[in-house]
């Protein structure tokens, strides 16, 4: 039997953002030993938020983001000063706030050239982690050295949605969605076996609204099927699991003490 995701769970987003910082400058440090660079694919939401909690909060020095590279794990097809841009959330709440003395991230944004298709948008980010990862045909999966990602009410992350086709992609690295189940409905995400070939996969997930979801995916069997509880069954011990109190209120699924 694969070994289960670590739970954490903290009594409030300061006191997580401290550990999420010692998850990162962990993975920071494995990733300059494995290759040089840190490679990572974030999501939107409330994401960003606390991570420059974590990550700039008191200071900043044990980071070096000149070696970090950026890439999304969803976007949507709009305009890079969108509000419903990850790019813009993670440029307003993190990228524009880095001191120039800890180095400038790689940031690796969407084409805007091609909004109006968004296959070709997903196949042009798809070059664009090749450039990075290497040829596919050298390569079968991008190895990601961390994926941060959030959980919707609904039991989605990036944009890989219940009971979604995509779901069931097996082949592409980056695949296009014309009729999203939330809005804006054209967007491109990565696929799921990108997701689960990490090296290290955390879900960040905080407030009393992701109880609910969070005990379906953690709890129940239902919960394994919705696209967190795939992740953890195919990422096992990669997965990490960052939470507040409100957020894991009834849940059952064993927490851990430390990292």
Request: charged fraction near 25%; proline fraction near 6%; aromatic fraction near 8%.
């Amino acid at each position: 039997m694969a070994k289960q995701p670590n739970l954490y769970a903290f009594s409030d987003v300061d006191s997580l953002a401290k550990v999420l910082r010692t998850y990162m400058l962990q993975c920071q440090r494995a990733a300059f030993d494995r290759h040089g660079t840190f490679k990572l694919a974030v999501s939107g939401g409330s994401l960003p938020k606390t991570l420059a909690k974590a990550l700039l909060e008191p200071t900043n020095d044990e980071f070096d983001f000149s070696k970090w590279e950026f890439f999304f794990a969803d976007e949507r097809a709009v305009p890079l000063d969108h509000d419903d841009s990850n790019y813009k959330l993670l440029q307003d709440e993190l990228l524009v706030k880095i001191p120039e003395n800890v180095g400038k991230p790689i940031v690796h944004a969407v084409d805007v050239k091609y909004l109006d298709d968004v296959q070709e948008m997903a196949d042009q980010y798809q070059e664009e982690l090749m450039r990075s990862f290497a040829a596919k045909d050298s390569v079968k999966l991008p190895i990601f050295d961390l994926l941060l990602l959030g959980c919707g009410p609904d039991g989605h992350t990036c944009s890989l949605f219940p009971n979604h086709e995509i779901l069931r992609e097996s082949s592409a690295w980056v695949a296009a969605i014309e009729e999203s189940p939330k809005p804006p409905p054209k967007r491109i995400t990565l696929t799921l076996p990108v997701v689960t070939h990490g090296i290290k996969i955390a879900f960040v997930a905080t407030g009393a609204g992701k109880k609910d979801i969070l005990k379906e995916i953690l709890d129940t069997e239902e919960g394994r099927s919705l696209p967190c509880g795939l992740i953890n069954e195919a990422g096992g011990e990669k997965v990490s699991w960052f939470t507040d109190s409100n957020a894991v209120e009834g849940v059952g699924f064993p927490r851990r003490g430390s990292l």
